[in-house]
């Protein structure tokens, strides 16, 4: 399932004028619990230079990179994931060059319960230096 792009523009370190990347999120709309939920977040890069983005863990996420997310339950909004307790992770960062007019798709499996529900997905890194958020749309998804 794709969804619409939404961009978030990023003035490119040495640039004359802001370039943008852009997310879009996908996952199957039925999964089974007993392999996970697929999620993917998809970079796309616009500018006519290649991007590179890095990434450190997450506390709040289990110590996992990009692509983040948050699993809310549908019709109580219930958070499902992430559910614990921050942890204490490690700091390397994980870079991913994003080419020129191209995309880089980064993709992580959820363990959820059976149930309805709607997945925000989104990375947060550094770009050139810069602290960059870019979201995507969230996703529905019925586990069974």
């Known amino acids: 399932m794709a969804c619409t792009l939404l961009l978030f523009p990023v003035l490119a370190q040495g640039a004359q004028s802001a370039t943008a990347l852009s997310a879009q999120s996908a996952a199957p709309r039925t999964a089974s619990a007993a392999q996970g939920v697929n999620v993917s977040l998809t970079l796309r890069n616009s500018s006519t230079m290649v991007q590179t983005v890095s990434f450190g863990r997450s506390s709040a996420q289990?110590?996992?990179?990009?692509?983040?997310?948050?699993?809310?339950r549908v019709g109580s909004r219930e958070v499902v994931y992430p559910a614990g307790e921050p942890r204490f992770c490690t700091q390397e960062l994980r870079s991913e060059s994003v080419p020129a007019q191209?995309?880089?798709?980064?993709?992580?499996?959820?363990?959820?319960p059976a149930g309805e529900y709607m997945i925000e997905v989104w990375?947060?890194?550094?770009?050139?230096?810069?602290?960059?958020?870019?979201?995507?749309?969230?996703?529905?998804?019925?586990?069974k």
């Not at 191209?102 to 959820?112: D, K, Y």
Request: with cysteine; hydrophobic share 45%; charged share 20%.
């Open 62 to 72: 289990e110590c996992a990179t990009a692509p983040h997310v948050r699993v809310l």
């Open 102 to 112: 191209g995309s880089v798709t980064l993709s992580r499996t959820l363990n959820l």
């Open 123 to 143: 990375a947060k890194g550094f770009l050139n230096d810069e602290m960059v958020f870019i979201p995507a749309d969230p996703l529905r998804v019925s586990v």
